[in-house]
């Protein structure tokens, strides 16, 4: 897969970085434009992950970009900055609505210069509306798009899904809207003033069980469900059970092919009853006949059966799942004197997943090599570099393409 | 929305990551078929929660927009001919069975690819198309625990808790139009289509990209789940929801001096940024159990005071109320197929001001089957003859929204 797109990105956090390393992964030439400190993902990183002193955030979302270090504010930035809108095809950002406007790089200022130009903004809650301005980040939008109330037992109380689901998901529909937007440019010519927020990607992200809420067309609380119930709106036994050394998850089963698995006459008695209506009865019952078990014994009987199960496993088990190693679902990259483990591009291409074929350790790396290419000279650049408009560290060598792959592989 | 007007796309897809891809990409302006078994798709006949709409399934209902519908027995002689007829007019080929099905159906993906160079050729899997796990089922939940999604989410001290929504399957469904319109861009550009890939597993891992780079390499780790009111295993101090005197409020990443001054915790005075992870069950515990004794609304306010990101649980219920989701037009509600109103969940990003609109809602199974049939063209008593004899099903007519 090779993208002829240059997209310039003016992304921080997570959600735009990771729609732009879409984008790159997919052989976009992407530009990730910093402040001279770089950007807020270098700064701070979650589980306090670094490697050799480089942010596992930043590491996350930003491979097959380059950098280019710049004051926004400086306004001798201004004509290096239009060099580059005019040689860009699109452009994303993540700022709150009318940031990048008082910058002098909104929407309609970059349409004047460019009118083909795809615009993409990512934003918390919208453009527009009576909360545009609130801050949107992932925590707060699973918790206002409902997903952490429909998540957890009725024990448990409202619980928190342990990744940032909303903001991955909403980089995808963001690099989605951008793609789509461009082959519309590529056959008509014209731009796309692309609209994504947070907040409906969170409610994106429970589509399917949004649209069966507002048609439930039952009274009660049917979010309220016991211990092994796994969502408010499955029949029993979807959910996830303990065995006696570890945990499963039951998905949609046949309750007669269950009851044969686990060779069970409690259960084969259960095999006609309304399994939603009389889901924590069922959950309990199945809930009782695996506890004393033991993986082994239950996976063997399961598979015989045809039964859909697997095991809750933490990312290290994951690490080591034979399927996730065939699919070279991670690859090590060099960080420093280490390795960094990246979470690969998620899809094949012909056949092919995309490599991971250079990071920008450092803001700036690529600044100088950015502005040369964009027609900007020398003593000119050299000039930014001085006056500190521009920062331009050393680049650090880029691994070839066999040493970004070879784990996994 | 037009961006991908023009572009054809034959749809054999069931279950939920498919045709959610699809309707993506029906939002999009593109014409999709979907084409489905005499007696309908899977998420025709069946309902979570058993619900079904004016005899419609909820199913149907959240991934049916924009499409038209036809059946047709693809098992049958003249339902392959059929069948590779709406293939060979199509731009795109979409389907989400396990690897192998479609070439039993006579619609082997390396043979449409090389009878045209131009064709992309999309396939949802659930481990892959290759591998030691490729013909196990892929359902979301099972992804759930498989990724590790489970295991990191809910308490230290409680079990590994699944996701309440099948967030794998949508997120798959995202990335599957992604591909697609990357894989259509590269077409216009070159010429040359190709085959893109997605995994249900894959999608699962993407989806906690941040939380798992951060844990391989080397974050210092208790356990898979967060402890005490810790949110998850990488959240600093105070982040997290925690129960208020009259609700639960979320409480975003600050430091913890700043949480200090806006709820009024004298231990937290002091306490530097740099132990906002290290200190973070003791942090984390000043600031649950002073919310307790505060209402939603006095601490969301106090929070706000000091720019400390904060929001309030929603249930589904509120949701459809919230002002912010109004003002979007996150709801669209619409005269179903068969009359009776059903609200959906929009399309969630807007082009040029405006989201997509609902050109067709969810179709009746074989709506549209006379329309297509007559496109590839095939006669009125062709397609009579074919209905009669129970190759393809005709429903009366489209309906409009």
Request: glycine share 10%; hydrophobic share 45%.
């Amino acid at each position: 897969m090779k993208l002829s797109m240059r997209v310039l990105s003016f992304c921080h956090y997570l959600q735009g970085p990771a729609a732009t390393q879409y984008l790159a992964d997919m052989g976009a030439d992407v530009v990730k434009i910093e402040p001279i400190r770089g950007a807020f993902e270098r700064h701070w990183s979650g589980g306090d992950s670094w490697v050799d002193g480089v942010s596992a955030f930043m590491l996350s979302a930003n491979r097959n970009k380059r950098s280019l270090a710049i004051d926004l504010k400086d306004p001798r930035s201004r004509p290096v900055m239009d060099r580059l809108i005019d040689g860009a095809d699109v452009i994303v950002e993540n700022f709150r609505p009318g940031v990048l406007d008082r910058l002098g790089y909104g929407w309609e200022a970059v349409r004047a210069r460019r009118p083909s130009i795809v615009y993409a903004s990512a934003t918390g809650l919208g453009p527009d509306g009576p909360d545009a301005n609130r801050p949107g980040q992932d925590l707060l939008m699973q918790a206002r798009s409902g997903l952490v109330a429909a998540t957890g037992s009725a024990d448990a109380g409202p619980t928190i899904v342990g990744a940032a689901v909303v903001d991955q998901h909403g980089a995808a529909l963001l690099a989605m809207g951008v793609l789509a937007a461009f082959v519309r440019r590529l056959q008509t010519g014209e731009g796309t003033r692309v609209e994504a927020s947070l907040f409906q990607a969170g409610i994106d992200l429970q589509a399917e069980a949004l649209t069966k809420y507002f048609a439930r067309g039952v009274d009660g609380d049917p979010m309220t469900r016991g211990e092994n119930v796994g969502s408010w709106y499955h029949h029993a036994p979807y959910g996830r059970y303990r065995l006696r050394d570890c945990a499963i998850v039951l998905s949609m089963n046949d309750p007669a092919r269950l009851a044969e698995a686990l060779d069970s006459d409690a259960l084969r008695a259960l095999v006609d009853i309304d399994r939603y209506a009389e889901r924590e009865r069922y959950a309990a019952a199945v809930a009782q006949a695996l506890l004393p078990r033991a993986w082994r014994e239950v996976a063997a009987a399961f598979d015989r059966h045809g039964v859909w199960y697997e095991r809750v496993q933490s990312y290290d088990e994951l690490a080591e799942d034979p399927q996730a190693r065939h699919l070279g679902v991670f690859v090590d990259y060099p960080v420093g004197e280490t390795r960094a483990r990246l979470v690969s591009h998620p899809l094949r291409y012909d056949g092919e997943a995309p490599a991971a074929r250079r990071m920008p350790l450092s803001p700036g790396c690529d600044s100088r090599a950015v502005l040369e290419e964009a027609g900007v000279p020398r003593d000119e650049i050299d000039a930014l570099i001085d006056a500190g408009v521009v920062a331009a560290p050393a680049p650090p060598p880029a691994p070839s393409h066999d040493s970004s792959q070879e784990l996994e592989r | 929305m037009d961006a991908l007007q023009g572009i054809r796309i034959a749809s054999f897809n069931h279950f939920l990551a498919g045709p959610a891809a699809a309707q993506l990409l029906a939002d999009m302006g593109a014409d999709v078929v979907a084409i489905e078994p005499i007696d309908g798709a899977f998420q025709r006949n069946w309902a979570v929660a058993g619900h079904f709409v004016d005899g419609q399934s909820v199913n149907h209902l959240s991934t049916g927009r924009n499409k038209r519908s036809i059946a047709l027995d693809v098992k049958s002689p003249e339902g392959k001919a059929i069948a590779r007829s709406l293939v060979s007019r199509s731009d795109v080929v979409m389907e989400n069975f396990r690897p192998g099905a479609m070439a039993r159906l006579g619609l082997d993906p390396e043979r449409l690819l090389a009878d045209d160079p131009r064709l992309i050729y999309a396939a949802v899997t659930g481990f892959g198309v290759d591998g030691p796990f490729s013909q196990r089922p892929g359902q979301d939940l099972l992804l759930q625990a498989m990724s590790g999604l489970a295991a990191h989410t809910g308490r230290a001290d409680g079990p590994p808790t699944p996701v309440g929504s099948v967030v794998i399957d949508q997120h798959a469904a995202a990335l599957c139009a992604m591909a697609i319109a990357g894989a259509l861009f590269r077409r216009e550009r070159t010429g040359r289509g190709g085959r893109v890939d997605v995994s249900l597993l894959q999608a699962a891992v993407d989806l906690q990209a941040e939380s798992i780079t951060a844990w391989l390499n080397g974050a210092p780790q208790s356990g898979p789940r967060g402890p005490g009111a810790v949110a998850t295993w990488f959240s600093p101090g105070g982040y997290g929801v925690h129960a208020t005197a009259d609700g639960f409020l979320a409480v975003s990443m600050a430091p913890p001096a700043t949480l200090g001054r806006a709820l009024g915790i004298p231990a937290l005075d002091g306490v530097p940024d740099s132990d906002s992870f290290a200190r973070r069950e003791e942090v984390t515990a000043l600031v649950a159990e002073r919310l307790r004794t505060l209402p939603t609304d006095a601490a969301a306010a106090r929070l706000d005071a000091e720019s400390v990101w904060n929001a309030v649980v929603e249930t589904y219920d509120e949701l459809i109320d919230n002002p912010q989701l109004r003002h979007l037009g996150s709801f669209p509600v619409i005269d179903g197929a068969t009359g009776a109103p059903v609200t959906l969940v929009g399309h969630p990003v807007r082009y040029d001001g405006a989201a997509p609109t609902v050109r067709l809602v969810p179709q009746l199974l074989g709506a549209q089957t006379r329309d297509v049939l007559a496109e590839i063209g095939l006669s009125d008593p062709q397609i009579e003859d074919l209905a009669a004899r129970g190759v393809v099903g005709c429903a009366d007519g489209s309906a409009a929204p």
